[in-house]
């Protein structure tokens, strides 16, 4: 579902299987934003999420957006993806413009506090629907 509503705007995610390989991708190469499922085999989403802001923070990087996707939308559980270092909490079912939403308001916020970020505006009236050119993000997800 959220690899459709990326695509429907033209963005083409790298989806990895599990918490390591996310882990292990995000340590070879810097993304835009990061789609983390909190459930995941091998390696859980917020135990990825806690390593890669260790992670960061040993090699002086920026920080990396985490969104954290769940089927878990009680308040514990977002205090929890909170704690572990994600920056926003969507909850499943996910909603198309909830999404992408989500999505431009954590790159903008990333890009804001680091002082950098160059955009290309695609809809005239619409600041939701810029495009970063290079838009990068890995989706790690649970695959049944």
Same mark, same amino acid.
């Given at each position: 579902?959220? *690899?459709?509503i990326l695509q429907?705007?033209?963005?083409? =995610? &790298?989806?990895? &299987?599990?918490?390591? +390989?996310?882990?292990?991708?995000?340590?070879?190469?810097?993304?835009?934003?990061?789609?983390?499922?909190?459930?995941?085999? &091998?390696?859980?989403?917020?135990?990825?999420?806690?390593?890669?802001? &260790?992670?960061?923070?040993?090699?002086? +990087? =920026?920080?990396?957006?985490?969104?954290?996707?769940? !089927?878990?939308?009680?308040?514990?559980?977002?205090? !929890?993806?909170?704690?572990? $270092?994600?920056?926003?909490?969507?909850?499943?079912?996910?909603? !198309?413009?909830?999404?992408?939403?989500?999505?431009?308001?954590?790159? +903008? !916020?990333?890009?804001?506090?680091?002082?950098? $970020?160059?955009? +290309?505006?695609?809809?005239?009236?619409? =600041?939701?629907?810029?495009?970063? =050119?290079?838009?990068? *993000?890995?989706?790690?997800?649970?695959?049944p």
């Amino acid at each position: 579902m959220v *690899q459709l509503i990326l695509q429907s705007v033209n963005v083409e =995610p &790298e989806i990895v &299987e599990n918490g390591q +390989l996310a882990l292990d991708r995000l340590k070879a190469e810097r993304f835009d934003v990061v789609l983390m499922d909190m459930e995941m085999p &091998e390696l859980d989403g917020l135990s990825a999420t806690r390593l890669l802001r &260790e992670f960061e923070t040993v090699n002086a +990087l =920026p920080r990396t957006p985490v969104i954290m996707l769940t !089927a878990n939308a009680m308040d514990e559980h977002v205090r !929890a993806g909170r704690e572990a $270092g994600a920056d926003q909490h969507l909850s499943k079912p996910i909603r !198309a413009q909830a999404l992408i939403e989500t999505i431009v308001h954590a790159i +903008l !916020a990333a890009e804001q506090a680091q002082g950098t $970020g160059k955009w +290309l505006e695609t809809g005239a009236a619409a =600041p939701d629907t810029r495009i970063r =050119p290079g838009f990068r *993000q890995v989706h790690a997800q649970a695959c049944p």
